[in-house]
């Protein structure tokens, strides 16, 4: 089944015949695989788990840039509008005048906004609109110069002992620690040893924390975001910690098992709910715990976490709440 974006796409097919193909954004189905009239098809995404789902049946590349052109872009419009400004300018930086893009997106994502983000480069105007979704085409008149050091953000704060966090458009916790995490990071006032994952790391403020007050520890910090890893990598260099940051669709890409792991699990996937990752960690973290270790997450008090922690490992216990979230802890 493809999205409601790509329904709208498939409506004009025939654009798609004998051109060069990219897709980029937020596409998350295999609708790049239906263009069997196209001369070629690639796919770039920033996150993990769709390449890994799509790649052995189009071109994909995973990653925050890319050097791949082509004589269509398709672009899919995300939750995020400085994670978009980020990759459209990045994609439009490499082409040349007359570069043609197609820009698609829910109506309640925002997509009405790359009209004035794209008016100053070139002519863009909707073609069609289904779905509750606006779809535009753009033709390049003006190549924008693209820099990474621009999007970059930085925070302290003064409960992190010092730590400075490093961030791209588009991660969690990009701006400011949120509630969770602050409620998570409270209970962390006892000694950690042996190794320890930081699944879902977004900017990398819980893995960091712990190896800057536990400098023993051996840490990994996970996430399918490449805007995330990215982060995650300059959050720990920056602030002089050793740790390996890996791609992973949950436990896919990791190896061995872990004395500690620890999240803030996602449960929004672009502008809904879903648990799919969080149900992944849960049921599948007892075979990455050495025995003994202890998995401790933090979620939205009205997550149904609970009943999938009991079924998982047979109970649960609740560290810390307040009147949004709470921490729960199990042990293998």
């Known amino acids: 089944m493809i999205s409601v974006e790509s329904q709208v796409l498939q409506r004009h097919l025939p654009f798609f015949a004998e051109k060069s193909v990219l897709f980029a954004g937020s596409l998350n189905d295999d609708f790049p ?4 009239h196209s001369r070629s098809v690639q796919v770039v995404s920033s996150y993990y788990d769709y390449v890994r789902r799509i790649q052995s049946a189009v071109a994909a590349e995973f990653g925050i840039e890319t050097t791949h052109r082509a004589e269509v872009i398709v672009y899919y419009w995300g ?5 978009s ?3 459209l300018t990045q994609l439009l930086s490499l082409a040349a005048v007359g570069q043609e893009m197609l820009v698609i997106g829910e109506n309640r994502s925002g997509v009405r906004s790359v009209e004035k983000m794209l008016q100053p480069l070139g002519n863009i105007h909707k073609i069609d609109s289904a779905r509750r979704c606006g779809l535009y085409h753009f033709q390049l008149q003006n190549v924008p110069e693209f820099n990474l050091q621009r999007y970059w953000k930085s925070y302290q704060r003064a409960d992190l002992a010092g730590l400075t966090l490093y961030s791209l458009p588009g991660v969690f916790s990009a701006a400011e620690l949120d509630m969770g995490t602050a409620l998570l990071l409270s209970g962390l006032n006892h000694s950690v040893r042996g190794r ?3 699944l879902g790391c977004g900017v990398g403020v819980i893995g960091a924390y712990l190896k800057q007050q536990n400098p023993d520890i051996e840490l990994v910090m996970s996430d399918i975001h490449a805007m995330a890893l990215a982060s995650a990598n300059r959050t720990l260099q920056q602030n002089g910690l050793a740790g390996e940051v890996v791609a992973s669709d949950v436990f896919s890409d990791l190896q061995g098992k872990f004395d500690l792991i620890i999240s803030n699990p996602p449960f929004h996937d672009g502008v809904d709910t879903a648990y799919r990752a969080a149900q992944e960690l849960i049921a599948q973290a007892k075979w990455f ?5 202890e998995l401790r997450i933090v979620a939205n008090a009205f997550l149904p976490y609970p009943d999938l922690l009991d079924r998982a490992f047979g109970e649960h216990q609740v560290l810390a709440k307040n009147n949004k979230f709470k921490v729960y802890s199990v042990y293998a």
């Open 85 to 87: 400004a980020f990759q």
């Open 79 to 83: 939750k995020n509008k400085q994670e």
């Open 289 to 293: 715990l050495t025995q003994g270790g």
């Open 196 to 198: 320890v994952l930081d």
């Open 33 to 36: 695989t239906r263009l069997t």
